[in-house]
């Protein structure tokens, strides 16, 4: 007797586009969304874009967050209750989408994203990632009402955010194969479609990655629109495998080892290269990751990440240690394993 079920959460409305920053109010409306919003931001965000939100409510609390922590998404708690909040607007980048997300699922409120940065796949997700000591936690929340991508903001907004969001965004690649590799070996559940969308999001950028560059809005519009995909992919699978496997294991590594030497993009990415061999072997697709990172101005090597060879030799060979997600690193690598793997690939 069939006996399986799954509740697939997603965004209402998605918008993406020039100048939609100042449809929030509409989207909201459309949502029947009533009350008072809390809108949570951070300093840059508010300045290039806070007032043009504000203006379309006529009552609105503001707070601004500094970090991403577990202790600011008990300040926005305390600042949604204080405020009588109905539903919380996300604006900004990581941090504030991914404390709002927290913070509205607490509190069991809706919450509206507005990125302002193409610098990672949270933007739609209904999961968040807060770092708490060398530790980075992946935590399960309801996924946004509303996505407003405006791709003028996010054209604007630092490059190396876009290259990092480029960069997470192609290493699905790795991610699937990992996700299959455990089907095969550990029975993990699967889903195809999400496994086919996620795979199909990188290919995307991967096959324009030429035709992606800085101050170019339809660049944004590119990288928008396959975040957007790669959300909806692991909203689909109730899971982050859609979009996580050892490339982000060594990312979340280095995370501990080397704290805030880079973007968590650009590390998924570089990880993608040595995960991708480990897959193929030296023929494989590792050299398409590379050169897509390349064509878009990521880092392909540690010194690109600013870290040096024995902290890549370092994670890898530690990576598996992270989670209990098996990929292709489960048990781990030789440290002569892994020094082969970043020498050939050029890593190292």
Same mark, same amino acid.
């Given at each position: 007797?069939?006996?399986?079920s799954?509740?697939i ?6 918008l993406? &586009?020039?100048?939609?920053v100042?449809?929030v109010?509409a =989207? $909201?409306?459309?949502?029947? +969304? *009533?009350? /008072?919003?809390l809108? @949570?931001?951070s300093?840059?965000?508010?300045d290039i ?16 967050v ?7 998404v ?8 204080a405020?009588e909040?109905?539903f ?7 941090k504030?989408i991914?404390?709002?997300?927290m ?14 940065a ?19 936690h992946?935590?399960a ?8 991508a ?5 054209a ?8 990092? &969001? ?7 690649y790795? =991610? $699937?194969?990992d996700?299959? +590799? *455990?089907? /095969?070996?550990?029975n @993990? ?19 324009n ?9 339809e660049?944004?519009w590119i990288?928008?629109k396959?975040l ?6 692991m909203?689909?699978?109730d899971s ?6 050892a490339?982000?294991l ?14 968590h ?8 290269i ?26 392909t ?16 060979t ?9 990929t292709? +690193? *489960?048990?781990g690598?030789s ?14």
């Amino acid at each position: 007797m069939f006996g399986k079920s799954t509740w697939i959460k997603l965004p209402r409305n998605v918008l993406v &586009g020039h100048g939609v920053v100042d449809q929030v109010g509409a =989207a $909201v409306e459309e949502l029947s +969304l *009533a009350g /008072r919003p809390l809108l @949570v931001t951070s300093p840059s965000p508010d300045d290039i874009a806070g007032d043009r939100v504000r203006d379309q409510f006529d009552d609105v609390a503001t707070t601004t967050v500094s970090d991403a922590s577990f202790s600011a998404v008990g300040e926005v708690i305390e600042a949604a209750e204080a405020a009588e909040a109905t539903f919380l607007v996300a604006l900004g980048g990581g941090k504030p989408i991914d404390i709002s997300k927290m913070a509205a699922d607490e509190l069991g409120l809706g919450f509206v994203s507005v990125p302002t940065a193409a610098s990672h796949d949270g933007i739609v997700s209904g999961r968040s990632s807060i770092p708490e000591g060398d530790t980075r936690h992946s935590v399960a929340a309801d996924p946004p009402l509303a996505v407003i991508a405006d791709t003028e903001l996010m054209a604007n907004a630092p490059w190396e955010l876009t290259t990092a &969001g480029c960069a997470d965004i192609i290493s699905n690649y790795t =991610a $699937v194969k990992d996700w299959r +590799l *455990a089907r /095969r070996l550990k029975n @993990v559940e699967y889903s195809e479609y999400a496994g086919a969308l996620s795979e199909m999001t990188a290919e995307m950028l991967v096959d324009n990655a030429g035709s992606i560059k800085q101050g170019l809005e339809e660049s944004a519009w590119i990288v928008s629109k396959a975040l957007v995909s790669s959300g909806v992919a692991m909203s689909i699978a109730d899971s982050s495998r859609p979009a996580s496997g050892a490339e982000h294991l060594f990312s979340h590594q280095l995370d501990r080892i080397a704290p805030g030497e880079a973007l968590h993009g650009h590390q998924v990415g570089v990880g993608s290269i040595m995960t991708e061999y480990l897959h193929t072997g030296e023929k494989g697709a590792w050299r398409d990751i590379r050169d897509a990172l390349r064509a878009i101005g990521a880092p392909t090597t540690a010194a690109g990440l600013g870290i040096d060879d024995e902290t890549v030799v370092q994670a890898l060979t530690t990576a598996h240690e992270i989670r209990d997600r098996y990929t292709i +690193l *489960a048990g781990g690598v030789s440290e002569e394993a892994a020094r082969e793997v970043a020498s050939f690939t050029g890593v190292v």
